[in-house]
């Protein structure tokens, strides 16, 4: 008799051994295997059943900026899976003195059996991919954040029932988190609208290679520059900060340029009467969004960072188990 757990083992082995960098990797079929094994991850933590399939194994854990989620689920979450997390600040590794991206890949792939990174720029992931002989896990570019979407796929899914067909509404900065769920929602079928100034919208290539996707799996991508109209029939809101981590030194100009975008109760109330209010954390109360929204009846913010912890131990599962 196959069981649930063999089942997900058989299921595994398509990504047994691949990298996580951008959810342009992975089909359709791969993410909503993601999905359902995070959703198994999920039920099994909240009957207190342990679910141990990286027992002895390692995560390397370099960072380069920030973070509470990434840092803290990934960590809970191998420990969780029965395996144990290495936290490694670029400022402590020979990494932040110079030592080569190449170099540095060869090494820990001698001692661990994964590696998440969260830096800068998306061609050092990639050279420590292409480098290094175990998974290795994208935690945040300044370009991609595959491992929130992937929790925010198992969020959208959890509050409306499906992912096809639902329109969602991402209004800010055209960053790493519109890349992203401009490419999560082409994968599954979704509507997305991106609410963005011009100067500030998404990178065109990435909005190209997101619309291509789309018209495969009947998603539909956009991009505009004017609120009100755009979120007329959403059933899913999103927003982000107005300036991501290492551009500080724009704050104030951005907050100039973003006057208009915010997500407020008169912004939300056009939306359908359902909507579902979405944000990656950490957010600005009073900027991007106001108080009453982000701590309103419609938001899922907390919903949403929890998934972090299931959607990435279902992630670590499919591809160091
Ligand atoms: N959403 C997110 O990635 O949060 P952290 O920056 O705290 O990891
Ligand atoms: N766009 C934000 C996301 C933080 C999770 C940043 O890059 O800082």
């Given at each position: 008799m196959i069981t649930e757990e063999n089942q997900i083992i058989l299921n595994n082995q398509q990504l047994h051994g691949r990298d996580f960098l951008t959810l342009a990797d992975y089909t359709k079929d791969e993410i909503s295997h993601l999905l359902d094994l995070a959703d198994y991850v999920k039920k099994q933590k909240k009957n207190g059943i342990a679910?141990?399939?990286l027992k002895g194994k390692t995560l390397g854990m370099i960072f380069?900026?920030?973070?509470?989620?990434?840092?803290?689920?990934?960590?809970?979450?191998?420990?969780q899976l029965g395996g144990m997390g290495i936290f490694l600040s670029s400022k402590d590794i020979q990494i932040g003195r110079g030592e080569t991206i190449a170099d540095t890949a060869q090494v820990l792939s001698g001692y661990l059996d994964g590696i998440m990174i969260r830096t800068f720029s998306q061609e050092s992931v990639e050279e420590l991919a292409e480098y290094a002989s175990i998974?290795?896990?994208?935690?945040?570019?300044?370009?991609?954040?595959?491992?929130?979407?992937?929790?925010?796929?198992q969020t959208v899914k959890e509050v409306k029932?499906?992912?096809?067909?639902?329109?969602?509404?991402?209004?800010?900065?055209?960053?790493?988190?519109?890349?992203?769920?401009?490419?999560?929602?082409?994968?599954?079928?979704?509507?997305?609208?991106?609410?963005a100034p011009k100067g500030y919208q998404p990178d065109p290539v990435i909005t190209e290679k997101a619309s291509k996707l789309a018209e495969q799996h009947d998603a539909k991508i956009s991009v505009v520059d004017e609120p009100v109209d755009a979120v007329k029939g959403a059933d899913v809101v999103y927003t982000d900060v107005w300036a991501s981590m290492g551009q500080e030194s724009e704050q104030a100009k951005r907050e100039l340029a973003f006057k208009g975008?915010?997500?407020?109760?008169?912004?939300?109330?056009?939306?359908?009467?359902?909507?579902?209010?979405?944000?990656?954390?950490?957010?600005?109360?009073?900027e991007e969004v106001t108080a009453g929204v982000i701590d309103g009846k419609n938001s899922v913010v907390f919903q949403q960072a929890e998934n972090r912890l299931h959607a990435q131990k279902a992630l670590m599962t499919a591809l160091m188990g």
């Open positions: 679910f141990e399939p380069e900026k920030s973070s509470t989620r990434t840092r803290v689920s990934f960590e809970a979450g191998i420990y998974p290795v896990i994208n935690g945040l570019t300044d370009t991609y954040h595959p491992c929130q979407v992937l929790a925010d796929l029932g499906v992912l096809q067909g639902v329109k969602l509404v991402y209004i800010g900065d055209g960053n790493n988190m519109a890349h992203s769920l401009m490419l999560g929602a082409a994968l599954m079928g979704m509507e997305l609208v991106v609410v975008y915010q997500v407020n109760e008169e912004l939300l109330s056009l939306a359908n009467p359902d909507v579902t209010f979405m944000h990656c954390l950490p957010a600005h109360r009073g």
